[in-house]
């Protein structure tokens, strides 16, 4: 989720706590099973959607997974690197769940900057990352989000953290060799697309920053992030070669962690509907296919209490059975 928007370092996904949800050990047998599955559906670009319940009580929590493996094949779930290394916490979670509800995961997690700069010895965290993926091995494992957002911020932090990140990178494919490990742009910022709800101006020629896609070279692939509601009023305004310029900037493949459109506008300046929400999905198929992604995952399956415009971003309101959105995301195939 847009950092600049929400003034925050991670998605609001990273607060879920799953306090007395309880893994039968009926499940800690295979935990890498229906993963290692998913591992050899390359060849077709997975849909996913974004830990998301009604609630984080058992019924609803189960609910979810039940849900949202009608329309999509993985669960992404993004929070606190910390979380890798605590007992059952929501990434854990996630990965115990893979055989009842038969989906893949990709797990994505980031450091808050007070916790990068307080820390004299980062050791114990790549020696989770790595331990984490051993236990698990998860299919898909990112590693810093939107951290185009880290250079803007301080080009000196940017550079320590992707030195981590490819530390961490080189830790995990030891013990997980298999585990696809990718970090995360944020796309419009990386086009230099700044206008429209991000407050600023469209300029590629002077804001973009594809040149930092050289510092991801040495990971498996490259996901972004990616929300055109926030510069196009309409999706019918998203030029149709939007996500085909990546592919003048970088050879690797590509994924997209997170996308979605939202249902009600912020102002009546910038308004939006169901109806706009279920034409950026049914659009999506052809934006996307020139660059063959690995997986599209949208926010969220039902709304979460976030900052405005994501508050209304899920295919689903919480008293919601179905919606136009949500039966588009379903029939699409990407």
């Known amino acids: ?71 999509s094949s ?14 059952n916490s929501a990434p854990r979670v996630v990965l115990e769940l893979q055989e009842d509800y038969r989906h893949s995961s990709a797990i994505v997690v980031d450091v808050p900057s007070e916790t990068l700069a307080a820390q004299v010895d980062l050791r114990p965290l790549l020696e989770d990352a790595a331990a984490f993926a051993e236990e698990y091995k998860p299919a898909y494992m990112g590693l810093g989000n ?89 999706p019918d305004d998203i030029p149709q070669d939007y996500f085909r310029d990546i592919l003048s900037h970088t050879d690797k493949p590509i994924a997209f962690s997170e996308t979605g459109w939202f249902r009600e506008g912020p102002d009546s300046e910038w308004e939006s509907s169901v109806e706009e929400q279920e034409r950026y999905i049914r659009k999506l198929p052809s934006l996307i296919s020139p660059t063959n992604p690995k997986f599209v995952t949208w926010l969220f399956l039902y709304d979460q209490e976030t900052r405005p415009p994501f508050t209304t ?11 136009d959105a949500w039966e588009a995301w379903q029939l699409i195939r990407l």
Not at 37 to 62: C, H, Y
Not at 77 to 86: D, H, M, N, P, Y
Not at 313 to 322: F, S
């Open 1 to 71: 989720m847009i950092k600049k928007l929400l003034l925050i370092g991670l998605p609001v996904l990273a607060v879920v706590v799953l306090i007395g949800f309880v893994i039968t050990d009926g499940r800690n047998g295979n935990k890498q099973g229906a993963d290692n599955t998913n591992n050899q559906q390359n060849q077709r670009t997975q849909k996913g959607i974004g830990l998301s319940p009604k609630s984080f009580n058992g019924a609803d929590f189960r609910q979810f997974f039940s849900k949202a493996s009608k329309g």
């Open 74 to 87: 993985i669960i992404l779930w993004g929070g606190t690197w910390e979380s890798l290394g605590a007992e």
């Open 146 to 234: 939107e951290v185009n957002f880290y250079y803007d911020f301080s080009p000196e932090e940017y550079e320590f953290r992707m030195q981590f990140y490819r530390d961490a990178y080189d830790m995990i494919k030891e013990v997980s060799p298999d585990t696809q490990v990718f970090t995360v742009f944020q796309l419009e910022s990386m086009k230099g697309m700044q206008g429209g709800l991000f407050g600023g101006e469209n300029n590629p020629t002077r804001l973009s920053q594809w040149d930092l896609l050289e510092d991801a070279e040495v990971f498996d692939f490259i996901a972004f992030t990616s929300y055109p509601g926030l510069v196009y009023k309409h």
């Open 313 to 323: 971003m899920g295919l689903l309101a919480p008293e919601d059975e179905t919606s």
